[in-house]
T-cell receptor, first 114, second 112 residues
Framework: AQSVTQLDSQVPVFEEAPVELRCNYSSSVSVYLFWYVQYPNQGLQLLLKYLSGSTLVESINGFEAEFNKSQTSFHLRKPSVHISDTAEYFCAVSDGGATNKLIFGTGTLLAVQP | KAGVTQTPRYLIKTRGQQVTLSCSPISGHRSVSWYQQTPGQGLQFLFEYFSETQRNKGNFPGRFSGRQFSNSRSEMNVSTLELGDSALYLC???????????FGSGTRLTVV
């Protein structure tokens, strides 16, 4: 069965510093990968996704993630964070089969400090 | 374009009661999924519907059920509520395989 590992439950970082949130998945077959962000008392918002093609994907607010098949990783990075980036970030995988079922990691709380 | 709408936003129920949650997907989206989010178990898949048919089901007891209507709107029902059913229930819709889901704001269910 598919699984997703987010090793860091919380990542504290100062404003304007770079950050990397780690994500590893278990499957070696073709997968779709996603990062979602959740602000307090809200649902999940899609940040970026990898379906195929270029292994580096970017979001409109400065985040990027790189698909690494050999390491089965999809780490999320941002070169300079803002206070407003404080939120919970979830990595998810879909096996691209007949259904759209998403398997989520346990989430990483990004805590940006001034 | 309206997003995914879930009603109600908050709900308080007593143990043993039953509850129905509603979800209106983005117009044109035919795939709807439900997830349960709790601090202890994280985000867990409940079920997925596509064109009124349940396409996949997570590992939840039979007290959890759902359905999808011809207009793609979906409902989920939980019968004989238990304290452990307290959670944020998220609905999400998708336009196709691998495109990712758009989530609603969720229904916060508290069982007392």
């Amino acid at each position: 069965a598919q699984s997703v590992t987010q090793l860091d439950s919380q990542v504290p970082v100062f404003e304007e510093a770079p950050v990397e949130l780690r994500c590893n998945y278990s499957s070696s077959v073709s997968v779709y990968l996603f990062w979602y962000v959740q602000y307090p008392n809200q649902g999940l918002q899609l940040l970026l996704k990898y379906l195929s093609g270029s292994t580096l994907v970017e979001s409109i607010n400065g985040f990027e993630a790189e698909f690494n098949k050999s390491q089965t990783s999809f780490h999320l990075r941002k070169p300079s964070v803002h206070i407003s980036d404080t939120a919970e970030y979830f990595c998810a995988v879909s096996d691209g089969g007949a259904t759209n079922k998403l398997i989520f990691g346990t989430g990483t709380l990004l805590a940006v400090q001034p | 374009k309206a997003g995914v709408t879930q009603t109600p936003r908050y709900l308080i129920k007593t143990r043993g009661q039953q509850v129905t949650l509603s979800c209106s997907p983005i117009s044109g989206h035919r795939s709807v999924s439900w997830y349960q989010q709790t601090p202890g178990q994280g985000l867990q898949f409940l079920f997925e519907y596509f064109s009124e048919t349940q396409r996949n089901k997570g590992n939840f007891p039979g007290r959890f059920s759902g359905r999808q209507f011809s207009n793609s709107r979906s409902e989920m029902n939980v019968s004989t509520l238990e304290l452990g059913d307290s959670a944020l229930y998220l609905c999400a819709s998708s336009s196709g395989q691998g495109t990712g889901y758009t989530f609603g704001s969720g229904t916060r269910l508290t069982v007392v």
